[in-house]
Every structure is written in structure tokens, then in C-alpha cells.
């Protein structure tokens, strides 16, 4: 059954396209039988803005998110039925503690369908946005991609354990920037896979789902999200 728990619009993410109903009926003709919107949380301190978002607020975000849940409901009344089901939920952050209260307390508010349980940060500097920020967090990390993989992988479990995402997004997105020529791309120490096995075993505890997500092939990594030494396990 083809289905996807992890999408974007451009009517309310900066980095994606076209409208949120437009989403909804490009997935109906290409087949699918479920679709989940997961439009981002809102971040809530203004040096957490990226670029692409210079123009608006703190106070903008959080209106976006208000909108997209009311358009996303609204098509979900829509386009429910018995050969298409759409969910609507949102893609978390882990910037630190504080993000993930947030997340929880939106998700109680808007009595979403589901969280896709996602990190982009470590040390609270983006790793998936352009190459400059993922050296500044490697700097951060004392140059050592062994320590922001662990960072990445520690930041994982503290959101896995406080949020218990029915889906984890992308879950190696801290490969993304690696040199592919870097043996990291393909195999981990084991100081990192052991982080990698803990935060596997705690989502197959409750329960939860992990995504394949294609757009590590646009981003040129080998395989999707996650690489298939994680894939296999
Ligand atoms: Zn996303
Ligand atoms: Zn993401």
C-alpha cells in the first residue's frame, strides 16, 4: 500500500512548493493510499530562524502553524475517504529541552494525528541546512564528527523518549554533509553504533514507525535515509 507520513508545502514551509491541496491531489493521482502532512513545528527563539526566513518573526511561525492545522483539517473533511486516508501531524525539532515541551504541548493543542519525530540540530546549530553550518557545528564539536554523531545520536534519544514520534524522520541526517570519501558515510565506531542500536531498540518498543526518505538520493548520499548499514539492522 504506497503511503508517505512525511511532507511539505510551500504554502507554509520556505524550503518546499505549491499549495497544501495541491500535496493532497498530486498524492491521490499518483496512487497513494495514505498521505500524512507534517508541516515543521514552529521554532521559538529568533536566532533559530534560518535564512530563508530573515522576514518573519517568531510570532509569524506559530501563526503559520495555526493556519496550516485549520487548511489541513479542512482538506481532511475534504478528502477522507474509504480508499484514501489523510493524517495530519507535524515534524518535530530538537534544538534542546525546550523544544521538545513545545512540541508536546502543540501537539495536546491541536490534537494532532501523529508527530514525525525529527532532529536538525546539534550543539542548537542546524546540520541539514547549507555546508557553512554544518562546519560551524563541527567546530563546535572540537572538529570531531565523531562527537557530533554522538551529539546527533544523544539528541535523537532525549526526543524519541520525551515525544515517542509514531514515525522517526530521517533518522542518519547527520550524514548529509559528511565527505563522502569519509569511511563515516559507511561505517560507524562503535561508540556511535551503539547510540544507533539503543535509539532503534527504544522506538521498537513502542511501537514506532521509521521512514524511508528519498531526498538523501537528490542530496546525492548513496542510499535513502537511513543508509543501509542502519537500514539492514
Ligand atoms: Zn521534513
Ligand atoms: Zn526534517
Redesign the pocket.
Known amino acids: 500500500m504506497p503511503l508517505t507520513l512525511?511532507s511539505h508545502s510551500g504554502q507554509f514551509c520556505c524550503h518546499a512548493k505549491g499549495e497544501l491541496a495541491d500535496v493532497v491531489t498530486a498524492a491521490q493521482a499518483k496512487g497513494f493510499r495514505v498521505l500524512g502532512l507534517s508541516e515543521?513545528v514552529p521554532r521559538f527563539r529568533l536566532q533559530d530562524l534560518y535564512d530563508e526566513e530573515r522576514h518573519l518573526s517568531v510570532a509569524d511561525l506559530g501563526d503559520t502553524f495555526e493556519r496550516y492545522v485549520a487548511t489541513a483539517r479542512a482538506l481532511q473533511r475534504q478528502h477522507r475517504s474509504a480508499s484514501f486516508d489523510l493524517l495530519v501531524g507535524a515534524?518535530t525539532e530538537y534544538i534542546n529541552d525546550e523544544s521538545l515541551v513545545w512540541a508536546h504541548q502543540l501537539r495536546e493543542r491541536h490534537g494532532l494525528d501523529y508527530l514525525?519525530g525529527?532532529v536538525?540540530h546539534v550543539r542548537e546549530i542546524p546540520i541539514?541546512f547549507d555546508q557553512a553550518q554544518f562546519n560551524r557545528c563541527l567546530a563546535a564539536c572540537g572538529g570531531s564528527l565523531i562527537d557530533l554523531y554522538a551529539d546527533y545520536f544523544d539528541a535523537q534519544y532525549r526526543m524519541l523518549t520525551a515525544l515517542r514520534p509514531e514515525v522517526v524522520?530521517?533518522f542518519d541526517?547527520c550524514r548529509l554533509f559528511t565527505p563522502r570519501s569519509n569511511p563515516l558515510c559507511r561505517t560507524l565506531p562503535p561508540s556511535v553504533w551503539e547510540r544507533v542500536l539503543r535509539n532503534i531498540d527504544v522506538v521498537v518498543a513502542y511501537g514506532g514507525l521509521f521512514e524511508i526518505?528519498s531526498?538523501a538520493y537528490k542530496k546525492g548520499l548513496p542510499d535513502a535515509y537511513p543508509q543501509r548499514d542502519i537500514l539492514q539492522v
Open positions: 512525511h515543521h515534524e514525525v525529527s536538525h541539514d524522520g530521517h541526517l526518505n531526498r
